[in-house]
């Protein structure tokens, strides 16, 4: 996946400042096939990044204080995936530990988590299934965009292909 980043010249002209991959992207190795990216970040009151430096080697959760932002892209492999008599779930537990710190100490074993942030989910490919606290099930395809008001909610591949989603994360408050 490329990332393009923009910023100002020495001369206050608009220049693309860096174009390649995502520098912060994790293939896990304990379950092939599930990728986490984190192409940005915005931290509350910081100003816009004149010069495009990347601010995401600094991040140290990806669970964002009221007022920063993530912008994570995930790709999730089929649930069956978790079935295969060689996942480690305590191996993949750690390796989640460690590439999505905030996030990862809120996962339930079931995968099901709630987060303090109002997000933006977009599909890019394939097809997922939002299951929120009620056990009921909403099915979504490339294109479809969700809106995650800080509820309990779990992803589930129930295809036989991977899926690709971008999120951005909004912190917020919790009201109650």
């Known amino acids: 996946m490329r990332r393009v980043v923009t910023g100002y010249d020495a001369n206050g002209k608009s220049v693309v400042t860096s174009d390649g991959p995502i520098p912060r992207s994790r293939e896990f190795t304990s379950l092939p096939g599930w990728v986490s990216r984190?192409?940005?970040?915005?931290?509350?009151?910081?100003?816009?990044?004149?010069?495009?430096?990347?601010?995401?080697?600094?991040?140290?959760?990806?669970?964002?204080?009221?007022?920063?932002?993530?912008?994570?892209?995930?790709?999730?492999?089929?649930?069956?995936?978790?079935?295969?008599p060689s996942f480690d779930p305590a191996?993949?537990?750690?390796?989640?530990?460690?590439?999505?710190?905030?996030?990862?100490?809120?996962?339930?074993?079931?995968?099901?988590?709630?987060?303090?942030?109002?997000?933006?989910?977009?599909?890019?490919?394939?097809?997922?299934?939002?299951?929120?606290?009620?056990?009921?099930?909403t099915q979504l395809s490339a294109g479809d965009i969700v809106i995650?008001?800080?509820?309990?909610?779990?992803?589930?591949?129930r295809s036989d292909k991977p899926v690709t989603m971008a999120f951005v994360l909004i912190g917020a408050d919790r009201d109650g």
């Open 38 to 84: 984190l192409p940005w970040a915005t931290e509350p009151g910081e100003p816009v990044s004149r010069t495009g430096e990347d601010p995401t080697p600094k991040i140290t959760s990806l669970l964002p204080a009221p007022g920063g932002t993530r912008f994570i892209v995930l790709t999730f492999p089929p649930d069956t995936a978790m079935t295969d």
């Open 91 to 137: 191996a993949f537990d750690q390796e989640q530990r460690a590439d999505s710190p905030g996030i990862a100490d809120l996962m339930e074993p079931d995968g099901m988590h709630t987060t303090p942030t109002v997000d933006y989910g977009l599909v890019l490919r394939g097809e997922i299934v939002l299951e929120l606290d009620d056990g009921r099930c």
């Open 148 to 157: 995650q008001n800080g509820t309990r909610h779990a992803w589930r591949n």
